[in-house]
């Protein structure tokens, strides 16, 4: 089963804690602290593979998280970091922050991979709290959070020329015949219901062909399997578009022509600007001379467009088409399209440095008749204090004034006694603290 769409949770590794300890030797009084550093929290990193097709494994698999860091030890030693946490996607892959809808990689090339999640930083161990006043610091650093987020995965096939057309007018048969693909084919409409990709073998050189998947009249609208469809073509570089113009489904072929083209635009106006070679397949059902296949051609030629009669099975024309498409795909890659429209991209930068990260921000609980504090470093601190070491609360308590919370929280009419409140943690303030 062809999987080109999933969502799914991703958590990088907790840094581990660092460790108080002290040095307890023979002969070796007071040997002050040595807790050592912890470890690193693993990442998520994002692999492009081409050995994968699918998403399928994604289906079953939903959450991924990678190893937390180790917490420090004694005599100094650090934690061991945590494993990075490696997940294969197939190239062509888009990953999306399901959060703001932003792109954060878009994985074209073999082996390509980025840091989706950073893991959390070790925590220092108290050797590092050692100062001229403070000599037996009774506490240490918490390991810096996992990071965690939804990320959407969006496969998109990268394909060097694409076959676009209504269902059952021959794009099958012509990627079987140029290619080694072996697409089903059967006379009764979307028998294909999944891209098909092949690689076509001409002269001295080779390119990518995929079957996109029939497009029907209002996929633009996501009729039918319309947006699974077309999102495929947007990455080829020429697309050859197959019109069956035997009028064997009792179609016109002209009018045909018109609304794929139609769909085309109305999904993206771009894919219009790509080159459009014209393949009139099943020209041995009719007369060359016949006068609609004539009305045909001479339409589609006014547009614009080469006209290459062709018989998909009976290999008539295939090479003459795909001569033409190798030498509209050399000409686009020596002049590549300049207007392709730039996404933007996910904020890495801003996601890794928080501006509100030292940022304390104060409150009242006239309910609970409580003053609260509440910030993202005043909690990593919080988790650090030893509530039973008074060396450990005058830190906590420190960084709390110098970052102006106490003269914020007298404006709202704090007072000695009063209990400020820190997660679950009730504390009596006093000016001598």
């Known amino acids: 089963m062809f999987v080109d769409r999933a ?21 070796v009084p007071e040997g002050g602290p040595d807790g050592g550093d912890g470890g690193r929290g693993g990442n998520v990193i994002f692999q492009a593979d081409r050995n994968l097709r699918t998403l399928m494994d994604f289906r079953y698999k939903r959450k991924y998280e990678a ?11 650090f934690g061991k970091a945590g494993e990075d946490l490696i997940i294969k996607v197939p190239v062509g892959t888009m990953v999306i922050d399901e959060e703001t809808g932003l792109l954060m990689k878009d994985l074209i090339e073999d082996g390509e991979s980025f840091v989706a999640a950073k893991g959390g930083r070790g925590g220092r161990g108290n050797v590092n709290f050692k100062n001229s006043v403070r000599q037996a610091p009774n506490f240490a650093e918490a390991g810096g959070a ?28 012509l990627l079987s015949t140029a290619t080694s693909a072996q697409p089903k084919i059967a ?20 390119f990518v062909m995929a079957d996109i998947a029939g497009i029907i009249e209002g996929a633009s609208q996501g009729l039918g399997l319309g947006f699974q469809f077309l999102k495929h073509i947007e990455r080829t570089k020429v697309l050859i578009h197959v019109v069956d113009v035997s009028g064997s489904e009792g179609r016109n072929p002209i009018e045909d022509f018109d609304k794929i083209n139609r769909e085309l635009e109305a999904y993206s106006p771009r894919i219009l600007k790509k080159p459009q070679l014209v393949a009139a397949n099943k020209i041995d059902m009719i007369d060359e001379d016949d006068p609609g296949y004539l009305e045909f051609k001479e339409y589609v030629e006014s547009k614009g467009y080469q006209v290459f009669p062709m018989s998909a099975p009976l290999n008539m024309g295939v090479e003459e088409i795909l001569t033409a498409a190798l030498k509209a795909l050399r000409e686009v890659e020596q002049n590549p399209q300049m207007d392709e ?7 890495f930068e801003r996601d890794d440095i928080d501006p509100d990260y030292r940022e304390i921000y104060v409150g009242y609980d ?68």
């Open 187 to 206: 006379n009764y409409h979307f028998t294909t219901i999944d891209p098909n990709l092949g690689v076509v073998q001409l002269y001295d050189t080779s």
């Open 7 to 27: 969502k799914i949770f991703i958590r990088s590794g907790k840094g581990g804690d660092g460790a108080v300890t002290f040095r307890r030797e023979p002969f």
């Open 67 to 77: 190893e937390n860091g180790q917490n420090g030890m004694k005599k100094k030693r």
């Open 366 to 433: 006239e309910a609970e008749d409580v003053y609260t504090l509440e910030g993202k470093q005043l909690e990593k601190i919080f988790n650090s204090t030893n509530f039973n070491d008074m060396g450990s609360l005058r830190y906590l308590y420190k960084y709390i004034e110098k970052n102006g919370a106490i003269d914020r929280l007298k404006e709202l009419g704090l007072d000695e006694g009063d209990i400020i409140r820190i997660k679950n943690y009730d504390m009596e303030y006093w000016d001598e603290f």
């Open 146 to 173: 996992a990071k965690e987020r939804t990320v959407i995965l969006e496969m998109k096939l990268i394909a060097d020329v694409g076959l676009v057309g209504f269902p059952n007018v021959g794009k099958s048969s």
């Open 341 to 347: 429209e730039t996404p933007e991209y996910f904020d």
